[in-house]
């Protein structure tokens, strides 16, 4: 009878404790208002993507690859010689796959696996763990995997916007090297401090950062740790012969304006992506980014206009891509008007810094990516520390923000800036010189005058 007894209330007992695992009616409603204002679920859904926010991400993911390829390859294989629009477009294919057996392998994982303030660990080495869950500390709404493609798109393009200032020049086998060290040594540890979970300089997302900054797309990550690093590089392996005595124009400024639009098409997914969600930080990220670009634009040919008496279609993509890079810190942290005021700055600033700055120091940037890159992530930097405002961005209005915003937030960019400054100039100099011993960086002064796509691939971009 006692043994009835016991497995009775036994069997009671796992009943409602079954009963009480159920989620009520509530706790589902919750979980579905949790979706729609991307907040973490607390029962039913947890563990589960949202359609919706995961499906944006993963278009987001496939706008930033379209950057690359055909974007960017085009956009700098334009204003390239003709003979040498193949070898633009063969270091942004040959980027693709090393930078992505590179993520692979421990990229991903020393950039957003938990780690110390500077470096993650390897808990995600090998994309182990990595699955269609979603990790809370970066979305709640969006499976692991396809965050962790997400972010490869961004570490794919970084190196690749090197390739503009060394264009003409640099081995094929010599920028597969520097760049298969540089990720390490500064894209990795960059986005690790400025977004990885505990990182140094993560603002916005560590109560605990050291700095607290805000990046919300890359003007640090991206733009200027390849702009500042551009700039070294150049300068270290030379100019182009023949630069400054004779004529070097674009061999097609069709190409150039194509790739132009294919960058302008894929910033969307750059910029209104990394709110990790289609909400409404999304969408302001995706109005800031269409009007710093297109006001960049339009200073750079008013500008042109000023100064040279005729706007030129040059001068108006890389204003539009100034304003891109310009407003890719700030984007999902600022109003309209902010987005306004960041992109009259970009077309001013990056103009200058094409115009008048190049010329004035005589280094061969060749297709302006310091002007344009190291000098737009800067100034976008900084910018977001005066303009960014949490009527944009509610997230700015927690505890460890809300009495820096909108007052000394601006030296909180001002010091992740310089860190980042500093990592990547050093870095590129060692980094120089190591691969220069090992397999040299700079082409024969014969194969620089015959072209670097016969010389180096066996190919030609052109047939007649």
Known sequence: MKLLLCLMLLLFGMSNWMTAAEPTVEQRLADLEAYIKNTAPGTSLKGYPGPGHNGWLMVSTGLVLFMTLPGLALFYGGLVRRKNILSVLAQCLGLMGIVTVLWWLVGYSLCFS???????????????????????????????????????????????????????????????????????????????????????????????????????????????TSGWSALVLCILLGK??????????????????????????????????????????????????????????????????????????????????????????????????????????????????????????????SLDTFGVHAVGGTVGTLLAGFLATPTANPNLAQDHLKDIVGKTLWLEQAKAAGIIFLLSVVATVILYHVVNALVGCRVSEDIEHQGLDLAEHGEEGYTS
């Open 240 to 365: 182009r012969r023949g630069y400054g005595r004779e004529i070097m124009p674009p061999h097609s400024m069709v190409l150039c304006a194509t790739g132009t639009g294919m960058l302008w098409f894929g910033w969307y997914g750059f910029n209104a992506g990394s709110a990790v969600a289609a909400d409404m930080v999304s969408s302001n990220a995706f109005v800031a980014t269409t009007l710093s670009a297109a006001v960049g634009l339009a200073v750079w040919a008013l500008m042109e206009q000023i100064i040279r008496g005729k706007p030129s279609v040059l001068g108006m993509c890389s204003g539009a891509v100034a304003g891109l890079a310009t407003i890719t810190p700030a984007s999902g942290f600022v109003s309209p008007t902010g987005a306004i005021l960041i992109g009259m700055s970009a077309g001013l600033t990056t103009y200058l810094a094409c115009a008048k700055l190049k010329a004035k120091f005589g280094y061969d940037d």
């Open 114 to 224: 938990k780690g110390n303030p500077f470096f993650g660990n390897l808990d995600y080495a090998l994309l182990k763990g990595v699955g269609p869950e979603p990790n809370a500390a970066y979305g709640a709404w969006v499976s692991h995997n396809i965050y962790a493609m997400y972010q490869l798109m961004f570490a794919i393009i970084t190196p690749g916007l090197i390739v503009g200032a060394i264009a003409e020049r640099m081995k094929f086998r010599a920028i597969m090297l520097f760049c298969t060290l540089w990720m390490p040594v500064v894209y990795f540890p960059s986005a690790h401090m400025i977004w990885g979970d505990g990182g140094w300089m993560n603002g916005l997302w560590n109560p605990n950062a050291a700095i607290k900054s805000i990046d919300f797309a890359g003007g640090m990550v991206v733009h200027m």
